[in-house]
Every structure is written in C-alpha cells, then in structure tokens.
C-alpha cells in the first residue's frame, strides 16, 4: 500500500474545501457591497413636488424618476429616487401600477452625500388621490399610508 497518497489526500481535501470556500466569500463580497446605504445621508431629508417621469420597477431597486422644477425657474431636473426591491415593495402593498409615468408626486427622501440629484426614497404621496406609499428606508413603517 503507497502511504503518500493516504497522507497527501487530507491536505488535498483541506485545500479544495478552502479553495471553495474562498469561491463561495468572494463571490458574497459585491452583493453585500451592492446593498450598502452609505451613499445616502440619513440624517438629512427633502422633500420635493415634481412629475413621475419614470416609475422603474427592476431588480435590485425599484427607482423613481421624478422631474422637478427649480425653483429659480429653468428647464425641470431629473431626480432618480431608488427605493426596495420589487419584492420587498409587493409584500408592502405596492404594485408596479402603484405610480405611473405623469403622476404628480410629493417625494420624501434621504439625498445621496455627494450632494448630487438622487436619493433613498422614505414616502412618496400621489397629490392628486392623497395616497401615501412608504418605502421602509425611514422612519415610517413599510406599506401603505
């Protein structure tokens, strides 16, 4: 009986264990980067009046393209507002038909830190039925107000 494929076979198997394991880690790094808030600020929040121009219900994130007008007047700015998962939004009461392209919205979110357009969405209220739908991102509970 050869001994040395005995003895070298638990340092082959330990070392196809630690090969899949660091498989299985390294493909789990991105996803949980993906899913990171940081970008937001969450100890600040605005609120905006504008027209869906875009209602966007894809994975990983549903996103609200709203157009709002400045103040000083000018030409509409697009703001991107990211909120859940379609998934996550479903189970909350909504539905893809929940907001539509023309719809005018009051958005209330956390802007994004660097301080350039987009956001966490908190709520959104549809202004011309008064209904209120919240993300989960806030303070609010998810689901339907």
């Known amino acids: 009986m050869n001994r040395s494929v005995f003895h070298h076979a638990p340092v082959a198997a330990v070392m196809a264990i630690l090969g899949f394991m660091s498989a299985v880690l390294g493909a789990a790094s991105p996803a949980s980067a993906h ?41 509409a700015q697009e703001w991107p507002i990211e909120t859940n998962s379609p998934g996550v939004l479903t189970r909350a009461g909504w539905t893809r038909q929940s907001v539509k392209a023309g719809d005018h919205v009051s ?35 998810p689901g339907l107000k």
């Open 35 to 75: 899913h990171s808030r940081a970008m937001y600020e969450p100890t600040k929040t605005l609120t905006f009046t504008g027209t869906v121009k875009t209602f966007q219900w894809t994975n990983p994130h549903v996103i609200l393209w709203v157009l709002v007008q400045p103040e000083d007047g000018g030409a």
């Open 107 to 141: 958005v209330t979110f956390n802007p994004l830190r660097d301080g350039s357009r987009g956001g966490a969405l908190i709520s959104v209220t549809l202004l011309d039925t008064g209904q209120k739908l919240v993300a989960g991102f806030g303070k609010e509970e």
